[in-house]
T-cell receptor, first 112, second 117 residues
């Protein structure tokens, strides 16, 4: 079964605007990761946030994690056309083991 | 660093034939590699976990006799789709965990697009 659910499924914004997408999960986690995938390509790791962290920044990316609500958000500020891609959250379990369970993904289109 | 390659990047085969996909960690050793399948506009679904020198662990619903996984060395895992059918057409992605890393991050290959005609 799919651990993470993301919303929205698709997002269309103008260049320069911010893009926010959310991820919810069901079971306990050790960490949550966000990945980007350009069409027909592999995944690029963006950021990892551990279960004891609440917020993390990396360049124009800001990730939050609320373990009480079992949810995370990814904010891309000042978006660029090159940010057009699908974004996936993925969780790793609290128990030993390194399986990643992916959410459904959010397709982001940044219009120039 | 931390580069994972896949070969081939795309393959077209006829129904009933078998196809082998390779996943290599180029600059690190990977005791564990993962195989995912992704259908168009969908998320990645984990198929199996491949451990060097031992049998792969398959996810529920994945036929181990159809998707043969071999992880013969610390830098190479292979996925063989046996007796392929059109419904096996998909994007197959592998990832690898660095043997010397903290264990949390996985490095993904660029994927292999399989089309079965």
């Amino acid at each position: 079964s799919q651990q993470g659910e993301e919303d929205p499924q698709a997002l269309s914004i103008q260049e320069g605007e911010n893009a926010t997408m959310n991820c919810s999960y069901k079971t306990s986690i050790n960490n949550l990761q966000w990945y980007r995938q350009n069409s027909g390509r592999g995944l690029v790791h963006l950021i990892l946030i551990r279960s004891n962290e609440r917020e993390k920044h990396s360049g124009r990316l800001r990730v939050t994690l609320d373990t009480s609500k079992k949810s995370s958000s990814l904010l891309i500020t000042a978006s660029r056309a090159a940010d057009t891609a699908s974004y996936f959250c993925a969780t790793q379990p609290g128990a030993a083991g390194n399986k990643l369970t992916f959410g459904g993904g959010t397709r982001v289109l940044v219009k120039p | 660093g931390a580069v994972v390659s896949q070969h081939p990047s795309w393959v077209i085969c006829k129904s009933g034939t078998s196809v082998k996909i390779e996943c290599r960690s180029l600059d690190f050793q990977a005791t564990t590699m993962f195989w995912y399948r992704q259908f168009p506009k969908q998320s990645l679904m984990l198929m199996a976990t491949s451990n060097e020198g031992s049998k792969a662990t398959y996810e529920q619903g994945v036929e181990k006799d159809k998707f043969l996984i071999n992880h013969a060395s610390l830098t190479l895992s292979t996925l063989t789709v046996t007796s392929a059918h059109p419904e096996d057409s998909s994007f197959y992605i592998c990832s690898a965990r660095d043997r010397l890393g903290a264990g949390y991050e996985q490095y993904f290959g660029p994927g292999t697009r399989l089309t079965v005609t």
